[in-house]
């Protein structure tokens, strides 16, 4: 999404070239007698150059960044990108699994560093059966308690996350409130908006499509997505989703989270001290709404 907003412009200037097309020497609108002939005159396959030279000024950086000296990486790149036009077309259902799948990716790969047990095909198996509503044994609570205590087990002895300090959290978030481009919300949460957005905010039942890194207050970071990741607003931290909700796509934000409305005294199990003051970049990247 924030690809397509920086190549709107641009974007626009073909589509008006194109459309010079559809004007006679008098510059009239064509009558409905006209529109074969306006047809014959766009030539498609210097729209479609036109459009690719365009996208592949954005694409190409990223894709060095990622194959560096890599030859065969465009061929591959194209493929795959051929690919996902073929199963959009084709198959919805499964166009969205890719697109969901490359997000769930990242949080599988981290539990299984984290040493969790379970497979990527075991997970894609029982993801199936919950999907289709059968019985697994857990509720959503129940389910996050559990993973919960396999973090604890899992912990080595005498490697327990110790809290923080009340005081050296209020003297980040203080520290923060002073810089020039900080707002604070009534609920404390303080916000800096480094790219605004445009289009409207998600709601309460909406989804977020968003890249973000999240760091403690000494700037340990305790988690990053190297893709997008799609999720729904309800069930996330207050603090977070209560930023989530004042950006639009196409914007980026700084999000420091007071523990209050973050995960609290409790913590997140070998991950974020008790107490601990939270700091967000965020990019929105799309808005899935609800019904």
């Known amino acids: 999404m924030i690809l397509k907003r920086a190549f709107l412009p641009a974007f626009l200037g073909v589509s008006a070239i194109c459309g010079m097309h559809g004007r006679d020497n008098n510059d009239t609108a064509l009558t409905s007698a006209q529109p074969a002939q306006s047809q014959a005159q766009v030539p498609a396959d210097s729209c479609a150059a036109a459009f690719a030279t365009v ?85 959503v609570k129940s389910a996050d308690e559990f993973l919960r205590t396999v973090v604890e087990r899992m912990r080595p002895a005498g490697d327990e996350i110790e809290g923080v300090s009340p005081e050296s959290q209020q003297e980040f978030l203080d520290a923060q409130r002073s810089r020039a481009g900080v707002s604070v ?49 309800h069930g996330l931290v207050k603090g977070f989703s209560e930023g989530l909700k004042m950006m639009k796509p196409g914007g980026e934000y700084r999000i420091f989270i007071p523990s209050y409305i973050g995960y609290g005294d409790r ?24 019904e």
């Open 55 to 139: 996208m592949a000024e954005y694409l190409r950086p990223e894709l060095e960044k990622q194959f560096p000296g890599d030859t065969a990486a465009v061929y591959e790149f194209v493929k795959g990108v051929g690919h996902a036009f073929e199963i959009k077309n084709e198959d919805a259902p499964c166009f969205f699994g890719v697109r969901s799948g490359f997000a769930l990716i990242d949080r599988v790969e981290a539990m299984q560093a984290m040493g969790f047990p379970f497979t990527s095909s075991e997970f894609c198996n029982n993801l199936g059966a919950a999907l289709r509503g059968s019985a697994m044994g857990f509720d």
């Open 267 to 290: 913590g997140a199990a070998g991950v974020i001290p008790p107490g601990a003051a939270l700091d967000f970049t965020v990019k929105l990247l799309d808005v899935i709404k609800g």
């Open 185 to 233: 919300t009534p609920s404390g949460l303080l916000f800096e908006i480094i790219t605004e957005g445009e289009g409207d905010s998600p709601g309460d039942a909406d989804k977020v499509r968003v890249t973000y890194t999240g760091r403690l207050a000494d700037g340990t970071v305790f988690d990053e997505t190297s893709r997008p990741i799609e999720f729904p607003l």
